[in-house]
T-cell receptor
């Protein structure tokens, strides 16, 4: 069983729409969850992290965490072509290791 | 955010030689560093976790004698790919975290090509 699962996509949305990215994880003990964005050939950059159940908003981004269902999602409002990238979900595993999902490719069409 | 500098950004080496990649935390003490490898169109695969002053913990399937990790100080960790082969060609990325923080910061990555 994969530790962190994401739909590989690509997810295509029109400019200005809301992009919804989902991630599930297998370790019920995980406490910290991260969303990274990675452009081709570049290193991942942190978008936001979330620890508590519920929503966390930062600008156009909202992370949602549901520990009971073991999923975390990222919403991108007013999507822009510059948001086109691979979005990586990451989870702190066994208290220390940062483990990544396979990533979801997002394409925002103008 | 904190800055992690990784060097070199790219390297080409001959098969059988060794390559050292450096990862430095510039403005914080990196008590834990992670080393990842990423093949084209794939996600980051954790290779090993190192805590300052301790031996690295390698993930299953990663040869510790081939990928030597040193984390001798709170600001520097190195990954040495020994006896490199073409199949070791990949994008290697380090990540650093300070004590008490869960947020990890990434270096720019090193693209290794073994010919």
């Amino acid at each position: 069983q994969k530790e962190v699962e994401q739909n590989s996509g690509p997810l295509s949305v029109p400019e200005g729409a809301i992009a919804s990215l989902n991630c599930t994880y297998s370790d019920r003990g995980s406490q910290s969850f991260f969303w990274y964005r990675q452009y081709s050939g570049k290193s991942p950059e942190l978008i936001m992290f979330i620890y508590s159940n519920g929503d966390k908003e930062d600008g156009r981004f909202t992370a949602q965490l549901n520990k009971a269902s073991q999923y975390v999602s990222l919403l991108i409002r007013d999507s822009q072509p510059s948001d086109s990238a691979t979005y990586l979900c990451a989870v702190i595993w066994y208290g220390n290791k940062l483990v990544f999902g396979a990533g979801t490719i997002l394409r925002v069409k103008s | 955010g904190a800055v992690v500098s990784q060097h070199p950004s790219w390297v080409i080496c001959k098969s059988g030689t060794s390559v050292k990649i450096e990862c430095r935390s510039l403005d914080f003490q990196a008590t834990t560093m992670f080393w990842y490898r990423q093949f084209p169109k794939q996600s980051l695969m954790l290779m090993a976790t190192s805590n300052e002053g301790s031996k690295a913990t390698y993930e299953q399937g990663v040869e510790k004698d081939k990928f030597l990790i040193n984390h001798a100080s709170l600001t520097l960790s190195t990954l040495t790919v020994t006896s490199a082969h073409p199949e070791d060609s990949s994008f290697y990325i380090c990540s650093a975290r300070s004590l008490g923080n869960t947020e990890a910061f990434f270096g720019q990555g090193t693209r290794l090509t073994v010919v």
